[in-house]
């Protein structure tokens, strides 16, 4: 057998199990007496789950057999590893701050221009897309929430066209955590669970858009639920309503390097100059207001503190800067997240690992076990409260979702519940509202921000409670299943999703929105008729005719993602990474061949000394 890796199958995984090379023969024990033979037949054994995180062995020597030199040698080790975990978080938040900044400069003046368009915003469906990109580009669902809560209280958008944008602003909001995932790309099951872990978040939000918005079109449950819990509010200001947490924390550091001023986005989004530059100059400036000649007030702004910031003296662009931030964020977040990874998986081994995980994952006894999720619920709501960003506290979680911490069913209702606590920042933005011109301002802004909350409650309360109708859960494992099969469907997903089918419907919706629901209905009947059809193959395959017990009547390019693997390792050269994972195993396998061969002829070797 040949040690070249390039001869070695590069054939995709199959799910479920480890990659194997191709005709490679395995090894097994003969009767008491005769050695270790080699045969053709290949040994099964029961497949590992790769949904349940790798038990590591604790290597360690145990507590009791050390002496006290070792003992505090081992205290000061542990406190250090532990510091580097919270000092890597620490940063990892940064990063996610950076990288908001970076996405801001690039495309928060499209972000702001794309809500001027209201032929766009009419459409229902655009609206999804419109928050969708706009927190894409923005990479904070808190300030396209923000910025639609303001323009509400502005009246530039009206509390009915504002909902849709808001649903979308939800999706938009889980891309940060997806793209956390890809940190695992290189370990295939932990990547397959990472992925799944930021996914279900995704799968939560399409699900609850796709089934809610048509209700509102429909019914305007949410309008009228809202009027009417609004109706019987006494509503008064709060100019220091909007607090964070979490920037408390991390603003020290992140505002020395870099200090974006999000407003200019809201003011361009409600057609104000387009010329804004929203690097931040001025940390702390005076209005005056003087009378002319003429009798007329002209107001001044004067600047009485200049920012202190790395750029704010640059001379660079907007652009430029926006650049160079998305490297230096992405770079940290990649570090960040190596070493947060590395750290836990060396501080939780053995007996820490399995308490741990125990903890985590526990369910109540009994039929108390049905309240656990609610539980997590609440616990994924408090922290997001607390951080003000679900961004945060999903992309924190993800990587501990890969290495096994946290399983997939506790990752869901904790993503429910960040959902739900997100919804926070625009009630405390609508609280911000001016009311010196009387209160109907305030009353929008709040109706829409309780829009948010109650679509996502509405949302929970169709997807968790009843254990069938957790498709969230399904349809994050076949994603990331597919992903570690397919590496490349990870970066598929991601542009395809949040990028390419956002554009190609407002590319339908300039044509009209006549051709926008033909399409829309086409694709969901067509959607609809292939969950059917599988639903039926799985269960009731009888009921069916025989060509269309399997898809192989359809070609290939129609029913596996193979034809497109075999294009991008053509292309790209994505196979060196399969090659690397095959070449170690391959070689792992040749050791313990030459291992078995050897274990007999040094036994004879070693009868004929004797």
Known sequence: MQNDPEAISCEPLEEGGDSRVAGTDHFTEGPPGEGTSLTNQ????????PWAGPELKDTETPWEELDTKGKVFRCAWTSLRILLVFTCLYFFICSLDFLSSAFRLLGGKTAGRVFQ??????????????????????????????????????????VKLSIPIIMGANIGTSVTNTLVSLGEITHRNDFRRAFAGATVHDMFNWLSVIVLLPLEVATDYLYHLTGAIIGHMRLETSKDANKDLLKAVTKPFTKLIIQIDSKKIGLIAKGGDKDYSLLKTCCLSKKTTTTN?????????????????????????????????????????????????????S?????????????????????AAYFTGYVAILIGMGFTVLVQSSSV????????????????DRMYPLSIGSNVGTTTTAILAALATDTRGGTRQLQNSLRIAMCHLFFNLSAMCLW????????????????????????????????????????????????????????????????????????????KPEWLPKWLRNWKF????????????????HMFGFCKM?????????????????????????????EKML
Request: hydrophobic letters at 45%.
């Open 464 to 539: 968790y409670p009843i254990p069938f109708m957790r498709f969230p859960i399904r349809l994050s494992k076949f994603l990331g299943n597919t992903s570690a099969k397919y590496r490349w469907f990870a970066l598929f997903y991601l542009v395809v999703g949040f990028f390419l089918f956002p554009l190609a419907v407002f590319g339908l919706a300039q044509a009209g929105w006549e051709v926008l629901t033909a399409v829309g209905t086409i694709f969901l009947f067509v959607v609809f008729a292939v969950g059917v059809i599988k639903f039926l193959q799985r269960k």
């Open 42 to 49: 290949t040994t099964t054994s029961p497949p590992e789950d």
């Open 117 to 158: 368009d209201s032929e766009l915003v009419r459409n229902p469906v655009c609206g999804v897309m419109i928050g969708l990109l706009s927190t894409v580009l923005v990479q904070s669902s808190s300030t396209t929430t923000s910025i639609v809560v303001s323009m509400v209280a502005a009246d530039i958008l009206t």
């Open 293 to 345: 000649e003429t009798g007329y007030n002209i107001t001044q702004t004067n600047c009485l503190k200049k920012c202190s910031h790395l750029f704010v003296d640059s001379g660079l662009t907007d652009s430029v800067i926006g650049t160079i931030m998305l490297i230096v964020s992405l770079t940290l977040l990649c570090v960040c997240l190596f070493g947060i990874v590395k750290l836990l998986n």
């Open 578 to 606: 399969c090659h690397h994972h095959h070449y170690h195993q391959h070689n792992h396998h040749l050791h313990n061949q030459r291992h078995a061969e050897s274990a007999p002829i040094n036994a004879t070797e070693n």
């Open 393 to 408: 506290f999903t992309s924190a979680l993800t990587p501990l979702v890969g290495i096994g911490v946290v399983s997939l």
């Open 554 to 569: 359809l070609p290939v390019y129609f029913r596996s993602l193979e034809p497109l693997d075999r294009l991008f390792k």
């Open 347 to 367: 501080l939780l081994q053995g007996h820490i690992r399995t308490a741990i995980k125990k903890f985590v994952n526990y369910n109540f006894p009994g039929k």
